[in-house]
């Protein structure tokens, strides 16, 4: 990839992103998953706590408000 790329990358993945403050923050992303079958989730970092406790109240709603029937972690 070269330095435009990348900026360009960088210029999408500013656009899609959206803070997460409160945990109703996670409405648009739950209704984007509930009716999936299976979902993985990634890591953005290691060791971070606070993406843990984002990714596990992911995965608690999800659990409870989706058909999901596979969490990948």
Known sequence: ???DEI???????RAMARPLTSLADLDPL????RDKRVVCLGEASHGTHEF???RCEVTRRLIEDGDIA???V
């Open 1 to 3: 990839m070269n330095g």
């Open 52 to 54: 843990y406790a984002w």
């Open 30 to 33: 739950i209704s984007a998953l």
């Open 7 to 13: 900026r360009r990358e960088c210029t999408e993945i």
């Open 70 to 72: 596979f969490i990948g």
